[in-house]
């Protein structure tokens, strides 16, 4: 009987273009979490897939409680005992969350095989109980929030009987309290004997749950470590493959006067963002810190004229700003990088060169109609340039780029109009951690040119880290400014958690 | 080897129905008389002048991810509407008999501004009160319809002036039908449209991502409104020319013509699913369904099953489509 | 410690496809929500579960009907049948 449940050996897998995967290799212990690491790109979701039947490997051994095995697929991966909580779920809202939890395995009775409700939904009883979920399993799987969502995806790879389980970005939409819900349920599953991989970025969680860490990295396996043994730093050395010595940027801006000014801006929603009054130096960077439910993303919306406001003004350097729809906050000079790009950032089907001009095309013009393509191939060259954006051409579509290299196309297209006042909703959402250094430096930068600029963002270290001073909202309200110096993340969670 | 194996799949997949028209062009060309020739071809050119303009002012509505269901009613009113205003004056049946005699390109004119109007309530309807597309040009389907049967008292309109009907008969250099010269100027400025202005950008954007093109700054009211309004005003041209190529009008004119037009762009790549779309693909798309009709009536094949089967390639053209869009994903 | 995000949009990222040009890299998005479908996206969407080879086989039908609809049409009208 071998020491591993599971091993993954010299595991090659390549797709036109890129070699994802190279020799890599993984051994699960059972009883324990195992952590898989890495950044965006390094194979860690391709070799799950390749565990989980989704993707064939080009070359390598799987070797299964000793025996070596292919698995075909999916179910046949299901039947052996894996089961795996994908990153992006694919839920049925439409349906029943028994039936979701069943999907494609509900039980039959009889001879036609029909599908036997009652008792689809006792064993879904049972299976949420197991995780601690108190959902009515007759209910609409659409009823529930997203981070409930998330936990039933759990419950359902959990309730398979699963062997090895594998955890790809489980917490991505869970709130504290329900992270703490689930790593219960993986100290539940480590005691019995279960081997689990736990695929995240964060590095406390890792930290915090995992019994031993593999690190990967462009494709490779760089190695594996107890996680008692590792740091935050040590992780991101290894995976970066080079010393980070420093996540942020030196800021080399000076704050000036005040020159943006809301008051008592309020949204006709009454259960969203009331009251809200701050200001915005000139070259200073606002963060904007909260939970979930602070209405942060809400309020910027609201100033930027995505969202009504009942009453409230805006002031740019005294003068007040009418603002009712995205363009006339553009007029005005300011500039907003939405939290969701692909909902509301990129226009994916379009070139990069559409993407950074769509904004500002009027200053492309010949005789005032034609638009000058070689101005614009111009600024699209001069941006790519600036902001180190990775992309074999101008025409190549946005989609195809990186998350890094879409945010910074983005922040082209805004830099294209020269604004005053900059929002920035969760910047470096899904960027990984060298990309995410460069947008931090090209914040910087802009702070530096004197611009205001306002960054919503959930990441504690990311907000002490970046700004100069920091609002925190609580329920639609702004419970504080903390100066930046005196920031620590007890004082901001004590202002964040204020009304809870 | 692998690769090029794949590449074969792909191109045959997106190109299907191209394949299969030209497999059967050259059936017909080899098994009957007179299809390679330059009074077929010059046939072809007229069959399509109309029908592409009519598409390029769909496809507007396409790109924007909408669709726009009133199209040949439209272009079946404004073929009745020339039609009364082009009458012979010493014609009988004469409807409007106390109209002067007007010029056509005045006639092209007022048609084109009227159903521009047409074309911009459907743009307010879908832009400002938000009625999906498909609802609101179905509405305006109809409402069209009825306009038409009532102006035209359900009456066909015939007896039209000579200098109407040599827009639709004339020829130069006797092969080009002077319907072509318009479909080639139309065709011109749809490229510049799409391609060398600010509304052609904005039209691609919202067809892209609608909600990113707004966070952008871009007037998706405007926008949206222009492209239905030049959309009725290039059905108001093809209703026109189509009047003038039959030498009659009546309620029947333009009936199901968007169908075909938009299947027309489908096959030329303009993806239902918006954002995509070139004027040359347009060009493609108006062709190969004309070679197709021309192909299976030369091949005398039943009128009937011509019908049927012109419909089973629009639901090819749409299924290649979907295809396409599920296999991104 | 990280805060976390409005719980409002589930987390996805599309799985890195084989694609031609350089696939699309993976992203683990921190909490990131996935693309809300827009009402608007034609109803394309709702054979999002139909597998690529059923709808291969039906526009194989479509086509091997449509060259059947030609042949007995071109019967019909030369009064063959």
């Known amino acids: 009987m071998s020491e591993y449940r599971l091993e993954m050996r010299d595991v090659v897998k390549s797709f036109p273009g890129v070699k994802a995967l190279d020799h890599a290799q993984l051994k699960l212990k059972p009883g324990t979490v195992h952590a898989l690491m890495g950044e965006n790109g390094a194979g860690k979701s391709t070799l799950m897939k390749c565990m989980f039947g989704i993707y064939h490997m080009d070359e390598g051994e799987l070797i299964y409680e000793g025996e070596k095995i292919t698995i075909n697929g999916p179910m046949d991966a299901l039947n052996r005992g894996i089961a795996m909580v994908h990153q992006e779920l694919q839920p049925i809202p439409e349906r029943s969350i028994g039936e979701n939890i069943f999907v494609g395995r509900y039980p039959t009775k009889g001879p036609l095989k029909l599908i036997d409700h009652d008792k689809m939904y006792a064993d879904a009883a049972k299976v949420l109980q197991e995780v601690h979920l108190n959902f009515d399993p007759h209910a609409r799987l659409g009823s529930l929030s997203v981070s409930q969502m998330q936990l039933v995806e759990i419950a359902k790879a959990v309730s398979a009987d699963c062997r090895v389980l594998i955890l790809d970005e489980p917490t991505s939409s869970l709130t504290a309290a329900e992270v703490e819900a689930l790593f219960t349920i993986v100290n539940e599953l480590r005691e019995k004997g279960v081997a689990i991989v736990y695929i995240s970025h964060k590095m406390d969680e890792i930290l915090r749950i995992s019994d031993e860490v593999t690190i990967m990295r462009d494709g490779q396996y760089i190695g594996t470590w107890p996680a008692k043994e590792l740091t935050t730093d040590l992780i991101i050395t290894r995976m970066v493959g080079r010393e980070l010595t420093n996540l942020y940027p030196p800021r080399e801006n000076k704050p000036g006067e005040v020159v943006f000014e809301v008051k008592d801006f309020t949204s006709i929603n009454p259960r969203s963002f009331r009251n809200v009054s701050f200001n915005v130096r000139r070259g200073e960077i606002l963060g904007v810190a909260g939970l979930v439910g602070a209405q942060r993303t809400e309020l910027m919306e609201g100033l930027f004229g995505l969202r009504n406001h009942t009453k409230g003004t805006i002031t740019y350097e005294g003068k007040e700003l009418k603002i009712n729809q995205p363009r006339d906050a553009i007029n005005h000079g300011i500039a907003m990088l939405t939290e969701d790009r692909r909902a509301t950032g990129i226009l994916g089907v379009l070139s990069i060169a559409d993407n950074v001009s769509i904004a500002s095309l009027n200053k492309y013009l010949i005789g005032g109609m034609v638009l000058n393509d070689k101005k614009i191939e111009e600024l699209v060259q001069e941006n790519v340039a600036k902001l180190s954006i990775k992309t074999p051409s101008s025409k190549t579509l946005i989609q195809s780029l990186s998350g890094g290299n879409q945010q910074k196309v983005l922040i082209s297209r805004w830099l294209a109009n020269d604004p005053d006042v900059f929002i920035l909703d969760e910047p470096t959402r899904g960027i990984d951690v060298g990309a995410k250094y460069e947008i931090y430096c090209i914040i910087a930068d802009l702070a530096k040119q004197g611009k205001s600029v306002i960054m919503i963002s959930s990441e504690m270290g990311e907000l002490i880290g970046m700004s100069d001073r920091i609002m925190v909202m609580c329920d639609g309200r702004v419970t504080g400014i903390v100066e930046g110096k005196d920031a620590t993340q007890e004082n901001i969670m004590a202002l964040a958690a204020q009304f809870e | 080897m692998k690769a090029k194996k794949i590449d074969i799949k792909k191109f045959v997949s997106n190109n299907a129905i191209i394949i299969l028209v030209f497999i059967l062009m050259m059936i017909t060309g080899f098994s009957t008389k007179n299809f390679f020739s330059a009074d077929n071809f010059k046939n072809l050119l007229a069959n399509m002048s109309p029908r592409f303009i009519l598409a390029c002012g769909v496809s507007g509505c396409l790109i924007t991810k909408g669709t726009d269901l009133s199209a040949g009613r439209q272009a079946g009113l404004a073929a009745c509407l020339s039609a009364m205003m082009l009458q012979k004056l010493d014609y009988s049946a004469r409807v409007l008999t106390w109209l002067p005699s007007i010029p056509w390109p005045v006639v092209l004119l007022i048609v084109m501004v009227i159903m521009g109007c047409i074309g911009a309530i459907n743009g307010c309807v879908i832009a400002f009160l938000k009625v999906p597309p498909f609802i609101a040009t179905l509405g305006m389907q109809t409402i069209v319809y009825g306009a038409c049967q009532i102006i035209t008292n359900n009456q066909p309109l015939g007896g039209f002036e000579d200098s109407y009907l040599v827009v639709g008969r004339g020829v130069i250099l006797s092969i080009i039908p002077y319907l072509a010269i318009f479909a080639v100027i139309i065709g011109l400025y749809f490229w510049f449209l799409y391609n060398k202005t600010r509304h052609g950008k904005y039209m691609y954007a919202i067809g892209g991502n609608e909600n990113a093109a707004q966070v952008a700054g871009v007037n998706v009211v405007a926008t949206l409104i222009r492209i239905y309004l030049l959309a009725g005003m290039m059905y108001g041209m093809a209703g026109f020319l189509i009047g003038t190529k039959a030498g009659g009008a009546s309620t029947a004119t333009g009936f199901g013509y968007e169908l075909e037009a938009i299947a027309a762009c489908t096959i030329g790549g303009v993806s239902a699913n918006g954002g995509v779309g070139k004027v040359s693909g347009i060009l493609i798309g108006v062709l190969v369904f004309e070679v197709l009709k021309i192909c299976l009536q030369f091949l005398g094949v039943d009128p009937a099953y011509t019908f049927i089967a012109q419909g089973v390639v629009i639901i090819v053209a749409v299924a290649l489509d979907l295809r396409k869009y599920l296999a991104k994903k | ?81």
């Open chain 3, 1 to 81: 410690m990280s805060m976390d995000e409005k719980d409002t949009r589930p987390s996805p990222e599309e799985p890195m496809p084989p694609s031609a040009e350089s696939p699309e890299p993976q992203e683990s998005p921190d909490e990131a929500p996935p693309r809300p479908k827009r009402p608007i996206e034609r109803f394309y969407d709702k054979f999002e579960g139909v597998p690529l080879k059923a709808l291969d086989i039906f526009i194989g039908i479509l086509i091997a009907a449509f060259i059947i609809l030609v042949v007995l049409g071109y019967l019909k009208g030369h009064e063959i049948i």
